[in-house]
């Protein structure tokens, strides 16, 4: 038995619902990606339950970074759902460490900007997250689909390539959260989805607490069995 618990295309979503679906209902492009590495819904449910987010809050999002941004899924969708809302970004920055990306996302790109006639300007940035310190860009909106594990949580293929896209290889959580409050304005919002790690004895909750971030770290639910956070700065009620 399929069980399907899909967010309306209209209407206010309910973001404590447990999002689960097999098949992709908000259908956008056709991306170019590795045939050694898929993305899975993941990246589309966290783009349109971020857009739904945005239209129901009316949050300001001219400048957009997609962290850990792969070929590009989670913030080319967010800005073919945003073009509904007829607010497009001015700029949207794609931030990845496996510069072997950057062909497929060039060509997604391509066929997004000419489907949308847009004039957001979209960049790749070969890139570890690491590198973002208090220097860095700052954003209106931050969306991140991380790798889910740590090394020592499964076992690791023969491929880099695979491994970096499963786990936190380059760097760890702590730089991760870094990285956004650097990066996120005063009054900007960021979203993440990070899979529990309770199984590995984590509590990723906890652990953020300890971390002596300046950030608001809130659970808004399920995204297919992985838990979707919002992060900010300033208060949000």
Wanted: hydrophobic content about 40%; glycine content about 4%; proline content about 3%.
């Amino acid at each position: 038995m399929k069980f399907f618990f899909i967010i309306p295309e209209f209407g206010t979503p309910n973001y404590g619902d447990f999002f689960i679906a097999s098949i992709n209902p908000f259908y956008t492009i056709q991306y170019s990606q590795p045939e050694e590495y898929r993305f899975s819904h993941d990246s589309n449910f966290l783009a349109r339950r971020v857009f739904e987010i945005i239209k129901q809050d009316q949050i300001v999002c001219e400048e957009i970074l997609d962290l850990c941004a792969g070929c590009g899924v989670v913030g080319m969708d967010l800005l073919f759902h945003l073009q509904e809302l007829k607010i497009l970004p001015q700029e949207l920055d794609f931030l990845e460490v496996q510069s072997c990306y950057q062909e497929h996302f060039e060509k997604n790109k391509k066929t997004l900007l000419k489907m949308l006639k847009s004039q957001t300007v979209l960049n790749f940035i070969s890139a570890n997250y690491s590198v973002l310190d208090e220097s860095s860009k700052k954003y209106d909106l931050i969306v991140c689909n991380p790798p889910y594990f740590r090394l020592g949580q499964g076992l690791l293929s023969s491929s880099d390539f695979k491994n970096r896209c499963r786990f936190l290889l380059d760097s760890d959580f702590p730089r991760l959260i870094k990285a956004i409050d650097f990066s996120l304005k005063e009054d900007g919002y960021a979203f993440i989805l990070l899979k529990s790690l309770a199984e590995h004895g984590i509590d990723i909750e906890t652990e953020f607490s300890q971390l002596g971030a300046s950030l608001r770290f809130k659970k808004l639910g399920l995204i297919r069995n992985t838990d979707l956070y919002q992060l900010t700065k300033s208060i949000i009620l």
